[in-house]
C-alpha cells in the first residue's frame, strides 16, 4: 500500500487524480509525495511535482499536466531526472563507483488526455489513469539494497545528521558504540512524521506526540519547506523553552540550504520568543510584536505577574491585549508552535489572531508532558466563536489523501519501553503509597481515558474506564524494541540512595569521569539535571568543581553559556541545568540530582512529579535517577514496584468524582496560596488543641458557623 503525503501544490487537479489512482491501486507499496521534494540548483529551489519512493520501484518522479497542453513534456521529464540524479549522487551511499545504485523512472501524468499513447515513446513516457498501471508494472528495482539510504536522503535527513559531530569509536560494546548504533537506527522519518512535515492545511494544524516523538524536528522541518515552496510568506517558529532557539535555527537552516542551495531569509522566517521585550533583534517575541503593532499595553514579566498573579502572568497579559484590540492585523502567513502544552490557550488565540487570511497555525504539544489532568482545551474552544455562535476553528475527520488538521506521533524514537513506563509510572503516582486524603497513590490521571490509546499503551488486563482494574503497556509498534534491547534493564535505569549530598556528588563525579574515559561517551551526550530550580546552582556547584579538579569541563545551561544554546558548541563540556531549561532536550546519559525533591510537596505535588517525569524523559540510552534520605528511599521502591510489574501500569482507573477530588487535593499552588491554606490550618489546629483542653466549649462557637463548617467537612455544598 502506498502511503500519500500530502504537500503544497499549484497543481491540485492532477495531484488528486494521481492520489485517487494510487488509492485505488492498493498493491503497490512506498510513499507518494506530492509538492515535493524541493532540489536546491544553481537556478534557485526546483520542486518536483509528484515522487513515489519505492523499494520494489525505486523513484517515479511525475510530472503532472493540469489541463490539455503537453508541448515540451519532454523537455521537463529531462530537466527533473537531471536534477534529481544530481542530488542523488552526491550521496556515496547511493553510489556504486560511477553507478548511482538507485532507478529514476520519469513519467508525464496527463489525466485529461485520452490520447496518451499516441504522443508517448519509450524514453519519455506518457500516462493518464488508464495506462499508468500497466506502465508501472514495467518498471522495476533488482537490488533496493540502499532504500533505507534513499528515503533519509529524500528526506534530507542524512544531510541534518552530518552537521553533528562524528563519533569515533573503538570498542564495539562501549556505551559510545551503542548510542551510535541506536543514532543510526533512528535513520528516517516514520510516515507520520514525513506526512507531519509536508501536509499543509488551509487553517489551523495540531500535531501531538509523546516527548522523542519527533516533534521539533517536524516543526523546524515543515517551517524550511514552507519558506521553500513560499520564500515571499512571514513565517515564525516560536517555543516555550529559549535553549531550544538555537536548535530550531541549526535544523531549518541545514534543510533550507538542502532545498534551496542557501540560506533562509530570516528576515521572513523568524526563529522568535513567545514574550518579547522592546530592544529588537533577538529581544523581539511575538507578545511584544502584537502590543506594538496594535498599539495596546505591553507588560514584562514583571509587571505581568503584579497585575495577573503568579502563574498567570502570560495568560492575563494575552487576555489583556487581546481584550483591549478590537480589529487585529495580520502580521504572519504562518506560525508554528512548539511545546504548545506549556502555553496557555490565550497565547494561542493571540498567534491565531495576528496571521493574515489562511489562518495557518501549527502547534505541537505533548499531552503528557506536563501529565496535567487539564490538557490544552479543543480548537474549537481556544479560538472562540464566530458571531452566529459556530466555533471559528473546527477539526475535520482525515480523510485519505488529503492533509491531516490533527496529526498524531505516536512512536517514541528517544526514551525506551522501560525508561518511558517508569517515568509515566512515577510521574502519575501508580505505584506511590495511598495518600489518605484520596485513599489512592495516584496524584493526577487524565479525565480521558482514550488518550491512553492515542499515545502508544494498550490494555493488557483489566478494562480501560472508570472504577475498574487495568494494566497499561507500551505496545510494541509505539516503543521500538531497538531502544531497549542495547542494554540490560539493570542498565538502562539506576535508582541510587546515598546518605548524604556530599556522597551522591563524589558518586557522579567518578560516574561522568568512567563516562568519558572507559564508555566512550562524549562530553554532549551527558546532562545533569537538578529538578528544583531555585536551588540548581548551588547544588550543582560543588559537582562542578570536582569535575574541574579532574580536568572535566562543564557548563551551566543559560547561566555560563548562551540562553539560546543548551550544549557546549564544541561538545567538549558537559551540560549541567534546571529542569526548565532541559525541556526540550535529550542525552544519551542523564543523571538527575536529589530526585527526593519529587517525592512529594505540599502544595505541589503533581508539580514536582512532573519535573521527575520531565527529567528522566530527557534520556536517549540511561538514567541515573539519584538521591538522599527517607523520600529518595519510598521513591526507589516505587521503581522496584514498576520493574517486578514488567514496566506496566497496573491500577484502578478513578472515576469521574474520584479525579475530581484528585484535582483539589494534589493541584499545585502559589505562594500566595500556600500561605492561606498553611495559617487556615494553623487556624484550625489551634482550634482543635483548645476544643480538646476545653479552653473553648463548642457552644461558644456560632451556631450559624458550626452547621456549615460540618456541611464543608462532609463534602455538602454550604
Not at 523513484?59 to 513534456?73: A, K, P, T
Not at 519519455?124 to 533519509?152: G, I, M, Q
Not at 567518578?510 to 546552582?537: F, G, M, S, W
Not at 494553623?682 to 450559624?704: F, M, S, T, W, Y
Amino acid at each position: 500500500m502506498v502511503t500519500i503525503i500530502q504537500g503544497t501544490t499549484k497543481k491540485p487537479v492532477s495531484s488528486r487524480q494521481l492520489t485517487d489512482f494510487f488509492t485505488c491501486h492498493n498493491r503497490y507499496d512506498g510513499s507518494l509525495y506530492i509538492g515535493y521534494p524541493i532540489i536546491g540548483t544553481a537556478e534557485g529551489p526546483y520542486s518536483i511535482d509528484a515522487l513515489l519512493v519505492s523499494e520494489s520501484k525505486g523513484l517515479v518522479v511525475f510530472n503532472l499536466i493540469e489541463g490539455r497542453g503537453v508541448d515540451g513534456f519532454q523537455d521537463a521529464q529531462d530537466d527533473s531526472y537531471n536534477k534529481l540524479e544530481s542530488k542523488l549522487r552526491a550521496h556515496k551511499a547511493l553510489m556504486k563507483g560511477r553507478n548511482l545504485q538507485v532507478p529514476i523512472h520519469p513519467v508525464t501524468f496527463a489525466p485529461a488526455r485520452n490520447d496518451v499513447t499516441e504522443l508517448s515513446d519509450e524514453e519519455h513516457p506518457l500516462c493518464n489513469e488508464k495506462n499508468l498501471d500497466a506502465w508501472l508494472n514495467t518498471r522495476k528495482w533488482d537490488n533496493p539494497s540502499s532504500f533505507k539510504e534513499l528515503v533519509s536522503v529524500i528526506q534530507a535527513i542524512s544531510t541534518i545528521r552530518k552537521g553533528r559531530k562524528k563519533r569515533e569509536v573503538q570498542n564495539p560494546n562501549s556505551r559510545g558504540a551503542k548510542l551510535k548504533r541506536l543514532e543510526e537506527s533512528i535513520a528516517n522519518l516514520d510516515n507520520q512524521q514525513a506526512k507531519a512535515v509536508i501536509e499543509t492545511v488551509e487553517g489551523v494544524q495540531r500535531i501531538r506526540g509523546l516527548a522523542g516523538s519527533g516533534k521539533t524536528i517536524v516543526l523546524a522541518l515543515k517551517a524550511a519547506y514552507l519558506h521553500a515552496q513560499h520564500p515571499e510568506w512571514r513565517i515564525a517558529v516560536t517555543f516555550n523553552t529559549r535553549s531550544l532557539k538555537g536548535q530550531f535555527r541549526q535544523f531549518i537552516n541545514t534543510f533550507a540550504i538542502e532545498q534551496s542551495n542557501e540560506e533562509p531569509d530570516w528576515e521572513n522566517l523568524k526563529v522568535i520568543h513567545a514574550w518579547g521585550a522592546p530592544g529588537g533583534g533577538d529581544r523581539d517575541g511575538l507578545y511584544y510584536s502584537f502590543c506594538r503593532t496594535h498599539g495596546v499595553e505591553y507588560h514584562d514579566f514583571g509587571s505581568a505577574k503584579r497585575t495577573f498573579g503568579q502563574g498567570k502572568e502570560l495568560d492575563g497579559a494575552c487576555q489583556r491585549a487581546l481584550g483591549a484590540c478590537t480589529r487585529p492585523s495580520g502580521i504572519y502567513d504562518a506560525i508554528l508552535i512548539d511545546e504548545a502544552q506549556d502555553f496557555p490557550p490565550s497565547f494561542l488565540r493571540l498567534c491565531y489572531e495576528m496571521l493574515k487570511p489562511g489562518k495557518r497555525l501549527v502547534y505541537a504539544y505533548d499531552e503528557l508532558q506536563n501529565l496535567n489532568s487539564q490538557p490544552l482545551p479543543p480548537p474549537e474552544e481556544i479560538f472562540g466563536r464566530n458571531p452566529n455562535g459556530s466555533p471559528r476553528v473546527r477539526f475535520e475527520p482525515n480523510r485519505t489523501g488529503s492533509p491531516r488538521q490533527d496529526v498524531i506521533l505516536e512512536k517514541c524514537y528517544r526514551n525506551s519501553r522501560p525508561v518511558l513506563a517508569t517515568a509515566h509510572a512515577l510521574g502519575f503516582g501508580v505505584y506511590r503509597t495511598p495518600d489518605e486524603r484520596t485513599g489512592m497513590g495516584l496524584v493526577q490521571i487524565f479525565d480521558r481515558a482514550e488518550l491512553w490509546r492515542e499515545v502508544g499503551y494498550e490494555a493488557v488486563d483489566g478494562e480501560l474506564a472508570d472504577g475498574h482494574e487495568v494494566t497499561l503497556a507500551r505496545t510494541p509498534d509505539s516503543s521500538p524494541k531497538f531502544l531497549d534491547d542495547h542494554s540490560p534493564v539493570e542498565d538502562l535505569l539506576q535508582f541510587g540512595w546515598f546518605n548524604s549530598p556530599e556522597e551522591q556528588a563524589r558518586w557522579v563525579v567518578d560516574a561522568i569521569k568512567h563516562n568519558l574515559e572507559q564508555d566512550e561517551l562524549r562530553p554532549d551526550d551527558i546532562v545533569v539535571i537538578n529538578p528544583e530550580p531555585l536551588t540548581t546552582r548551588k547544588v550543582v556547584g560543588p559537582i562542578r568543581q570536582l569535575l574541574f579538579e579532574h580536568g572535566i569541563n562543564s557548563h551551566l545551561a543559560g547561566i555560563d553559556s548562551s540562553q539560546d544554546i543548551f550544549f557546549d558548541a564544541d561538545g567538549k563540556s558537559v551540560a549541567f541545568t534546571g529542569i526548565y531549561r532541559a525541556k526540550g532536550n535529550e542525552a544519551g546519559m542523564v543523571y538527575i540530582l536529589n530526585a527526593q525533591d519529587c517525592y512529594g510537596a505540599f502544595g505541589n505535588v503533581a508539580g514536582v512529579r512532573n519535573r521527575l517525569f520531565t527529567a528522566i524523559t530527557r534520556s536517549k540510552a540511561w538514567v541515573r535517577v539519584l538521591g538522599v534520605g527517607k523520600d529518595m528511599q519510598a521513591l526507589r521502591r516505587e521503581f522496584e514496584s514498576v520493574k517486578n510489574n514488567d514496566f506496566r501500569l497496573r491500577f484502578r482507573y478513578p472515576t469521574e468524582e474520584e479525579r475530581k477530588k484528585l484535582t483539589i487535593v494534589n493541584r499545585d499552588m502559589t505562594g500566595a496560596e500556600l500561605h492561606k491554606v498553611r495559617k487556615t490550618q494553623g487556624n484550625i489546629a489551634q482550634l482543635v488543641k483548645e476544643l480538646e483542653k476545653g479552653i473553648v466549649r463548642p457552644e461558644d462557637l456560632d451556631a450559624d458557623q458550626r452547621s456549615r463548617l460540618i456541611r464543608l467537612l462532609n463534602g455538602e455544598v454550604a
